[in-house]
């Protein structure tokens, strides 16, 4: 039996030689007359393969473990953790998180706790699903066909993720929950050159599985032919046009704009503090009618799911917005606590050495009954745009700054080229009182989402359906 499969069978305490009873009395100790907290246990293991240039440019293999604990009283959060996982450690920490947290008021609120009872995903460890060798092979395999495929290719780029994680979670009073959550994903980018211009496209999958449903050729190539596909169409590309006008956005991955623009501002933490522009907006109208945006951490095998969150919550479905109409907001323990809300499964940490905060899982706007093809025929003058690089949002204000990696100009109701350097310029609650039409083409992204907050880095997911915006500022070279 291997190591990680006696891990997911044994748990970490077993693992470490620690006895769970010892552990137990330190933490109801260290949380006596606290208002909350918790122990987070954490082992993981990752791998990341990097294929550049026609050889194998970096492999690497990590082994992380290690606890965090918390205690919370008040606002007030005492927080330690360390790599060493023994009870000596813990009783160490114990000391500081109850002086740490003993500075701030009490006002204790019970949060019932539901038992988890999700299965979204298996056990297993992706890394050991496919030898190392096969993987450099499946690399190799891609970069001939890319090269072979068309002579314009100068340059590919593979990576592959992989990281298998087991977290256990205790509180006082003997509560006991474990998770453990596999993570993969494949990315695939292509430089082509004509006439001496270069452009580049790239496409990536992945989710909480393993490597082998993307090894077959019929899952490979795919990507491979979307990246080369979307550096071809860069390739052909004119200066982008700038000044308002209507856009439509197309299906999947384009939900990051929603993610960033609106997704973040409906965090617990933004809005308990005031600082978020849909504070104090519940039960008004914060978007247009039919608009719907949901968040939802229970879908199977996708790459932002999680069976529990990282303060033991079970994930689950939360409509943030349903008809135009703000219904709640992302919720951890604390900031649920502090607002007199219900915890909403949405307590996320990078790593044992992070504490929770509310974070986004899977979030997407539900279809519509629109039409793509006549969103586009209504657009007199406008940019369609299919796909998103990066952006930068302002929480406070809502304000947004998107680049299009991939894009058309519209006239008279027909994509009829492509274009180069489009930027989306707005505000996200103005832009979403400004959808006109919702598409009945809802996609989520492919599995390649990583989302970043106050330092820390967790996996999500986006999506929504095809979208017309009426009127937003596109900054482009041409007037």
Not at 256 to 267: C, Q, R, W
Not at 366 to 390: C, H, P, Q, T, W
Request: negative net charge; proline residues 3%.
């Amino acid at each position: 039996m291997n190591l990680d499969t006696s891990l997911s069978k044994s748990g970490l305490f077993e693992h470490a030689n620690m006895n769970q009873s010892q552990v137990q009395a330190q933490i109801d100790d260290a949380l006596h007359q606290m208002d909350d907290g918790e122990l987070f246990l954490e082992y993981a293991q990752s791998e990341s393969i990097v294929f550049d240039d026609g050889r194998v440019k970096s492999a690497s293999f990590n082994i992380a473990q290690g606890f965090g604990l918390r205690a919370v009283q008040g606002e007030a959060s005492g927080f330690a953790h360390s790599t060493q996982l023994d009870i000596d450690a813990i009783k160490r920490a114990t000391q500081t998180v109850r002086a740490l947290a003993g500075q701030g008021k009490s006002g204790k609120v019970n949060l019932a706790h539901q038992r988890p009872s999700l299965k979204l995903y298996n056990q297993e460890n992706p890394i050991n699903s496919v030898e190392f060798f096969d993987k450099i092979k499946l690399m190799e395999a891609i970069n001939h066909y890319l090269r072979s495929k068309d002579d314009r290719v100068r340059q590919v780029s593979i990576s592959l993720f992989g990281e298998w994680q087991l977290v256990e979670i205790l509180r006082a009073g003997g509560e006991h929950l474990r998770d453990v959550r596999p993570l993969v994903r494949l990315n695939i980018s292509a430089v082509v050159e004509k006439d001496g211009r270069m452009e580049s496209g790239s496409s990536g999958v992945g989710g909480r599985l393993n490597y082998l449903g993307y090894i077959t050729p019929e899952a490979w190539q795919a990507q491979a032919d979307e990246a080369l596909r979307q550096a071809l169409v860069n390739l052909e590309a004119r200066p982008a046009p700038a000044g308002e006008m209507p856009v439509v956005l197309g299906a999947g991955w384009c939900g990051v704009l929603l993610h960033e623009a609106v997704g973040h501002g409906l965090e617990g933490d933004f809005n308990r503090k005031g600082t978020s522009a849909f504070s104090n907006k519940i039960g008004q109208q914060v978007a247009a009618k039919g608009v719907t945006v949901v968040d939802d951490g229970t879908l199977e095998g996708r790459r932002g799911s999680i069976q529990i969150d990282d303060e033991g919550t079970p994930s689950g479905r939360t409509v943030l917005i349903e008809d135009g109409i703000l219904k709640n907001y992302l919720q951890d323990r604390l900031n649920a606590r502090l607002m007199g809300m219900t915890p909403t499964g949405n307590g996320r940490r990078e790593s044992f050495s992070c504490q929770p905060m509310p974070r986004m899982t899977n979030t997407f706007m539900l279809a519509g009954n629109a039409v793509r093809e006549e969103m586009i025929a209504s657009v007199k003058n406008g940019v369609y745009a299919a796909n998103f690089g990066g952006g930068q949002v302002d929480i406070t204000s809502g304000k947004f700054v998107f680049s299009a990696s991939e894009a058309y100009k519209i006239e008279d109701g027909k994509i009829t080229y492509p274009l180069k350097g489009v930027t989306l310029i707005g505000s996200g609650p103005e832009i979403m009182q400004r959808i006109s039409a919702i598409g009945n083409d809802l996609e989520l992204d492919k599995g390649i989402g990583t989302c970043g907050k106050a330092g820390q880095s967790v996996p999500v997911g986006v999506g929504q359906p095809s979208l017309l915006i009426d009127k937003i500022t596109v900054g482009g070279t041409e007037v």
